[in-house]
């Protein structure tokens, strides 16, 4: 059975970083695309970033209100997916996801984590 | 970038009415990269439809996806109490970003 388990949230105040893990199960991460989607409070969803799978060339993308201060990556001997957050901004607020990709669609989430930037 | 853009903005309907949803893209979108998905209070979403009208595992055959190009829906035959939820449209191309509509809550009346 596929599982996704967000961890890392918390409260950090503005200029602060946090790093989000994903901890998957029942598949392996560096096999698949992968993919953080945001969701601010009582907001829609929003795409923050992708990585390709090893056999696609591991490419990453970002949204543009993230790019250069956030990044993603995986570690294939812990089979967890990573975003490297920096530079918090207070509109960074929101669950964060991660989802397991195929066919060009997020098929499996996570429950996602609450980040909150405020002072 | 592909803006999404989803009417109505809500939607009220009793169980055992048709929900259709619409997903206007400002540009073409093949229909292979359109996916819907379901968000239902305090919980993540949940993909029901991708290349437009392929509906995922363990997905009932009431929901139905359907358009081309630029004009997408996603059509509930009948609303079961547990459909009263959240619905996004996302495009999912070639090209970053990946975005998503704005959503349509559809609601009980």
């Known amino acids: 059975e596929v599982q996704l388990v967000e961890s890392g949230g918390g409260l950090v105040q503005p200029g602060g970083s946090l790093r989000l893990s994903c901890a998957a199960s029942g598949f392996t991460v560096s096999n698949n695309y992968m993919s953080w989607v945001r969701q601010a409070p009582g907001k829609g969803l929003e795409w923050v970033s992708l990585?390709?799978?090893?056999?696609?060339?591991?490419?990453?993308s970002y949204a543009d209100s993230v790019k250069g201060r956030f990044t993603i990556s995986r570690d294939k001997s812990k089979n967890t997916l990573y975003l490297q957050m920096n530079s918090l901004r207070p509109e960074d607020t929101a669950v964060y996801y991660c989802?397991?990709?195929?066919?060009?669609?997020?098929?499996?989430w996570g429950l996602g984590t609450l980040v909150t930037v405020s002072s | 970038e592909i803006v999404l853009t989803q009417s109505p903005g809500t939607l009220s309907l009793s169980p055992g009415e048709r929900a259709t949803l619409s997903c206007r893209a400002s540009?073409?979108?093949?229909?292979?990269?359109l996916a819907w998905y379901q968000q239902k209070p305090g919980q993540a979403p949940r993909v029901l439809i991708y290349g437009a009208s392929n509906r995922a595992t363990g997905i009932p055959d009431r929901f139905s996806g359907s358009g081309s190009g630029t004009d997408f829906t996603l059509t509930i035959s009948r609303l079961e109490p547990e459909d009263f939820a959240v619905y996004y449209c996302q495009q999912y191309g070639t090209s970053p970003p990946l975005t998503f509509g704005g959503g349509t809550k559809v609601e009980i009346k």
């Open positions: 540009q073409s979108v093949s229909s292979r990269f």
């Open positions: 989802a397991r990709d195929e066919a060009r669609a997020s098929v499996n």
């Open positions: 990585i390709s799978s090893d056999g696609s060339g591991g490419s990453t």
